[in-house]
């Protein structure tokens, strides 16, 4: 059996022209998106070059992450890998500080 991965996909390596519907479309010949955004600054506002596609199936977010990790859009080799989630983070972030420790 196929491992189980999130719908959320996290990308990186945006063009700073891109927005959350050019990211959507870029996205949507893959299945339905449920969510399509990118994180902005707080202070200007602009896109920090990374955001986040969430699709309504696991099979949809795989197909898209296989089609479009590595490929080059508006001129930028972009990155497209699974989100992981906040508990995944914090687990990642504690282990480290006890390697820096030990």
């Known amino acids: 059996m196929a491992k189980r991965i999130s719908a959320q ?3 990186s390596r945006l063009s700073a ?3 959350d519907q050019s990211l959507r479309q870029l996205f949507s010949p893959f ?3 449920k969510e399509a955004r990118l994180i902005r600054d707080s202070e200007t506002q602009r896109p920090k070059g ?3 596609v969430t ?3 696991e099979d949809d977010a795989r197909k898209a992450l296989k089609s479009l990790d590595g490929k080059i859009v508006d001129g ?3 990155f497209v890998e699974v989100a992981k989630n906040a508990e995944e983070v914090t687990s990642e972030i504690n282990s480290k500080k006890a390697e820096d420790r030990g």
């Open 9 to 11: 996909l996290f990308v």
């Open 17 to 19: 022209y891109t927005t």
């Open 31 to 33: 299945g339905q998106i």
């Open 50 to 52: 990374f955001g986040f």
């Open 55 to 57: 699709f309504e199936s």
């Open 76 to 78: 930028r080799l972009i």
